[in-house]
């Protein structure tokens, strides 16, 4: 966490950002009155919070839909990143052959891809085609990430391993999966935000038809100028995310914190 | 060899030696010469230091001799090892690394476990064995201490640990206390001088500092540098238990001037 910052209590970091929060949605909602801003330009949070209510079941629905496809790509993204990375570092030839193309797959933006990959799939398997958008988006880190953490072994360590005649199998599992785990959590990290950023996008692309998630939402609700609606799935949108890195930073604290540099707090 | 052999080989007629080590060479990929023509033998229950500045390749023969790499030229002999079916001696050494080279992720007790681990010995079996080599080194109370609540000192005494606790023949040490203070350093030759007395194996311990050389060492092999060379052999014949007393003594005083001497005249050579 911040070097530089003055000791704050844990309870002040809640409550500090809830306050400013708590401030501006009153500014929000106080202006909106007072100018008279449309509703289907701008909406008072109290009218956004009137369709979370009312709407919620249909957003609730959209939000399941969402976040499954989040979650599986990004356990997909996941298992096949480790995999690759461990194979790689292994055996040096997996890595000079598949590292071009999935550099190649990162760098081609996933919205031009999304047509293609809708008629591979065909129109009534939309929600396949976003697993697969979803899980393109959010491999790199992962791979990327978990190469760099498994060839970032203390030399010294290696020749270690190597005078005491440890087996691939164990320098693997001893040695090199722990060394990475820091660099893979980091990984995780974006990668979770990175899926989810992946099936709204991949949802606005090949939205039509049977797309009910929340970006199909957002669209619809545009399209209806239903506004305060938009907002409301926005917020659920953001909310999702946020859970989400939680989560994955509490993981990171739960397997980290008892050795890592940057999971330890120093005392000055 | 072009220094003078003061001292005959230990023993040489009596006992084979527990590692012959014969016109041992060094190249690199880079075609940098690491070492050229090493002769030497190392006898059973002797500390041997190797000395020399930077750059002499004392390291790299410490490394060899562990079989970390290959020499280019001659050979490493373990005269009383079984060799194995690829030709490797079963070497039983024990080595310390410059840094403590310890798993962060892991308490003191899987750091000094991992040698016997990958051995395949379960958890249970080794218990006994990882608690007294982690008691032989001034630890205990310490065993689910992770490295980073340890100061350099103790990782270093973990990494110790760590060495002796397949209980080898022969210990390696690769300037092992070169980045600890003055205190700690005196306070950890006296350790390693008192657990060597009491097991009875043989240290071959790197180093550039002339007098804890001449402290700790039974023979000195000063080496010199471009290409590193063995230069000279001096024996140290004050008796051990050394202590204060001897670090104080115009023995101890007369043999790091004579080691100094050898091993400047080393530089000497190599600069001009």
Same mark, same amino acid.
């Given at each position: 966490m911040g070097d530089d910052a003055k000791p704050l209590s844990p309870a002040m970091r809640v409550v500090i950002p809830l306050v400013l929060g708590a401030i501006l949605i009153g500014v929000w909602e106080v202006m909106v009155w007072w100018l008279e801003v449309p509703r289907f330009i701008l909406p008072a949070p109290s009218m956004i919070g009137h369709s979370l209510m009312t709407d919620y079941p249909s957003l609730l629905a959209s939000l399941w839909i969402t976040l499954r496809i989040t979650l599986m790509a990004f356990v997909i993204a996941l298992v096949l990143g480790v995999a690759l990375a461990v194979l790689s570092t292994q055996w040096r030839v997996v890595e000079i052959s598949i590292f071009p193309y999935a550099v190649a797959l990162q760098v081609t933006p996933v919205v031009a891809i999304a047509p293609l990959i809708l008629i591979w799939v065909g129109v009534e398997h939309i929600d396949r085609a976003l697993l697969i958008l979803a899980t393109i988006v959010a491999f790199f880190p992962i791979l990327s990430n978990t190469t760099l953490g498994l060839k970032s072994v203390d030399h010294n360590l290696r020749d270690l391993f190597q005078l005491y005649g440890a087996s691939r199998w164990q320098r693997l599992r001893l040695l090199q999966l722990p060394a990475a785990m820091p660099y893979l959590l980091g990984g995780m990290k974006i990668s979770g935000g990175l899926a989810l950023i992946g099936a709204v996008v991949a949802e606005f692309v090949a939205g039509s038809g049977t797309g009910s998630g929340l970006a199909w939402r957002i669209v619809e609700s545009a399209n209806r100028l239903n506004i305060p609606r938009m907002f409301a799935a926005l917020l659920m949108l953001s909310a999702l995310g946020i859970v989400i890195f939680l989560l994955l930073a509490g993981l990171e604290k739960l397997l980290l914190g008892r050795w890592h540099e940057s999971a330890v707090r120093r005392e000055r | 060899m072009d220094g003078v052999d003061r001292t005959t080989e230990p023993m040489a007629a009596t006992a084979r030696p527990l590692i012959r080590i014969s016109g041992v060479g060094k190249r690199y990929t &880079? &075609? =940098?010469? *690491?070492?050229?023509?090493i002769n030497m033998t190392v006898a059973e229950g002797e500390f041997l230091s190797l000395l020399g500045p930077s750059g002499c390749g004392k390291s790299t023969l410490l490394r060899l001799i562990a079989g970390l790499g290959e020499p280019s030229e001659g050979t490493i002999d373990w005269p009383r090892a079984n060799y194995d079916a690829a030709a490797q +001696? !079963?070497?039983?050494i024990g080595f310390v690394f410059? !840094?403590? =080279? @310890?798993?962060?992720? *892991?308490t003191v007790f899987e750091n000094v476990y991992l040698p016997l681990r990958l051995d395949g010995m379960r958890r249970g079996d080794a218990k006994a064995q990882v608690e007294e080599a982690i008691e032989g080194v001034g630890l205990h109370g310490f065993i689910k201490s992770y490295p980073r609540q340890l100061s350099g000192g103790m990782r270093m005494r973990v990494s110790i640990a760590r060495a002796l606790v397949k209980r080898p023949k022969v210990l390696l040490m690769d300037?092992?206390? *070169? *980045? @600890?203070d003055e205190m700690t350093r005196m306070k950890l030759n006296d350790d390693l001088l008192e657990l060597w007395a009491g097991r009875g194996w043989t240290v071959l311990f790197v180093t550039h500092s002339v007098y804890e050389s001449v402290y700790l060492s039974s023979r000195i092999a000063v080496m010199g540098t471009? +290409? &590193?060379?063995?230069r000279e052999l001096i024996r140290i014949d004050a008796p051990y238990p050394r202590d204060e007393a001897f670090r104080l003594s115009s023995a101890y005083n007369e043999y790091c001037r004579v080691t100094s001497a050898s091993l400047r005249g080393v530089m000497g050579g190599s600069e001009h």
């Open positions: - | &880079g &075609g =940098t010469q *690491a070492l050229h023509d +001696p !079963e070497r039983s410059q !840094e403590p =080279t @310890l798993m962060p992720w *892991a300037e092992p206390f *070169a *980045a @600890l471009k +290409p &590193g060379h063995l």
